[in-house]
């Protein structure tokens, strides 16, 4: 594994394990009076196994383990939100050493022909580029960063623009109702 990796995996682990530490110190509970930080205990963990897997698979190893699940179980402990299911990224993580590493992976996991841009998403919604910024922001649409530059999954897109007619179909008979209703009184 290149250096650079190495860093990246042991940051993120120092990183969890401080976050999880204080989780663990702030609902008071009861733990075994082991050492501190241990970076070889941490080195086993499920996390940095799934971070080297996703580090390997950047790199051209082949990998025991489909890359795709690594990376929702690391978003998951990394960014998963209590009382919800899955998760939501932080504000331009893309732009950090993880997120690089993360969108390496999916480069190589999804084909580019299953892609499409910011701009082909927007013709799809019939809306101006800021709405896909803001469903963005929203969490409604996720991205995937390629090479720095905002895509999305065309199935994805397929089956919210389908969602949102259905939607926006259902509202209209609902409004032809009410005013057949209004009428007739």
Known sequence: MTPVH??????TLIAAYTRMAEQISALAYPTAKEEQYNQEHLSHSQLAQDLTLIAQYVEGY??????????????RVLFGRVGAVGYVLPKKFHKTTLGELIYAAYEQLIPRDQLVTTDAARKAFGVERQSIYDWVEEGKLSPYYIKGKQMFSSADIQHQTQQRAERHKHKQVENNVLQATKKSS
Do not use: L
């Open 6 to 11: 190495q860093k990246i995996i042991d940051e």
């Open 62 to 75: 082949q990998v025991e383990e489909d890359p795709q699940q690594a990376i929702e179980r690391v978003c």
